[in-house]
């Protein structure tokens, strides 16, 4: 038996000290936030209990439905049609099946044709190691032309990745548009899922297992130092003390690592201090009034500052209706200093601008979330940018969002990606999950 130490209570942390647990290994989670579950973790919204930030099943989730069985989970899966909405020009228009895609009045028939083969293609398409070394812009241009990127897509990626919007990897926007154009109940309909319960529900039943297997968990625990002797990993450091680890798997955002690693070698850390990250304010909004009957909504809108809306009260049914707005930004923007009044001010802007029945007295309750660390920028090349999980420090692995490359955050790769390093050999006796 090894002790495993997993650094990080995030879904991928506690799906890497799960399965670590299965193996037969001694395992504990060290989590400095006072709550277990990451960006999956929920808050109250009144007597909403809703997600801080939005997580949504796709049919290709394959690892969450494998989890589901092993927790006995499966019958809290629902299957929701979900539509898409696009707001151009002061207009919402309904998008996502070709039917809405003939009737858009912003392109030409030819754009139109081109636009729908890209994305069939897409959809279709297995393989992304060529598309890796390629910029999406240059991508979609090839496929789409100029004149579509300018009114599709520009504005998406600027207010998503501002001055870095024309160096975003083909291949990380390309398996979005795969994992949505894969879950559809047929070419017409869209289908998405979620949990009964909302994402609790998996943290919930995770932080159970992981005790009955004998594990254990310890919140409001940051961790100072990860420790190393030889060529291999001994330990970590906490307020309280050393804690020994024949194994560590450290799942924290790449920017906090600078701290964790200070003692290692500055070549080990340069790859981790290479990658970039924007941040995130998300702002939930809770209405009396629904804004649109779509789940997701883009935005194509030089008076918004965001580039959509999620109403998640429309895939996830709630007492009230419940939509994300979220800012994507990096913490040197003004806007990040904003109060929250400011932000609220300006969401409410946004949804009432789609909708002009919706007005302030709407508003029952909001709440403004902030993570400076929500996205990584995957850039061209990006696959070959990534160091190895494995680390050079014998028993140390190492990995975050910007691992699932060229995937996306969400709910599945977390726990592919931690489950697949739990099963790693550990050839020491214990290892520790960070």
């Not at 989670?29 to 919204?45: I, K, Q, T």
Request: charged share 20%; with cysteine.
């Amino acid at each position: 038996m090894a002790r495993i130490v997993v650094i990080g209570a995030g879904i991928m942390g506690l799906a890497a000290a799960y399965e670590a647990l299965l193996q037969g290994h001694d395992v504990a989670v060290y989590e400095a936030a006072p709550e277990p579950g990451g960006m999956a973790a929920h808050f109250m919204l009144g007597d909403i209990s809703i997600e801080r930030f939005y997580h949504f099943l796709c049919k290709t989730d394959t690892p969450v439905f494998d989890l589901l069985d092993d927790l006995g989970l499966s019958g809290k899966l629902r299957w929701v049609p979900t539509s898409m909405g696009f707001f151009v020009d002061g207009k919402l228009y309904p998008w996502g099946d070709p039917i809405s895609l003939l009737r858009f009045p912003h392109l030409t028939l030819l754009q139109k044709i081109r636009y729908a083969l890209l994305i069939f293609v897409a959809t279709k398409r297995n393989r992304w190691d060529s598309l890796d070394a390629r910029d999406a812009r240059s991508w979609i241009t090839q496929w789409c032309g100029a004149a579509v990127y300018d009114r599709m897509w520009r504005k998406l990626f600027e207010q998503k990745f501002y001055e870095l919007a024309d160096n975003v990897s083909a291949a990380w926007i390309w398996t979005r548009i795969r994992r949505v154009g894969r879950s559809r109940r047929s070419i017409m309909q869209e289908e998405l899922g979620h949990l009964a319960g909302g994402s609790e529900t998996l943290v919930t039943a995770l932080m159970e297992r992981i005790a009955a297997l004998g594990g254990t968990v310890h919140l409001r625990t940051p961790v100072a130092r990860i420790e190393a002797a030889g060529g291999r990993v001994m330990g970590l450091t906490t307020a309280s003390g050393s804690v020994p680890a024949d194994a560590i798997i450290c799942t924290v955002p790449t920017p906090y690592l600078a701290g964790l690693l200070a003692d290692f070698p500055a070549a080990l850390r340069a790859p981790y201090e290479a990658i970039e990250n924007t941040g995130v304010v998300c702002v939930v909004l809770r209405l009396a009034r629904s804004v649109t009957p779509h789940f997701w909504v883009n935005i194509n809108d030089d008076a918004m500052r965001v580039p959509g809306i999620i109403e998640f009260s429309n895939l996830r049914a709630t007492s009230d209706h419940v939509v994300y707005v979220p800012y994507y930004m990096p913490p040197t923007r003004p806007e990040w200093s904003w109060q929250d009044a400011q932000f609220i001010d300006d969401a409410m802007d946004c949804v009432t601008r789609i909708n002009q029945a919706v007005t302030r007295n709407d508003l029952i309750r909001a709440h403004v979330g902030r993570l400076r660390h929500a996205q990584p920028i995957c850039t061209p090349g990006f696959a070959s940018k990534l160091p190895p999980v494995q680390t050079p420090i014998e028993g140390l692995q190492i990995a975050d969002t910007c691992f699932y490359y060229p995937e996306d955050r969400g709910l599945a790769e977390s726990i592919r990606l931690g489950r697949a390093m739990a099963r790693q050999k550990v050839k020491a006796k214990e290892a520790v999950i960070l």
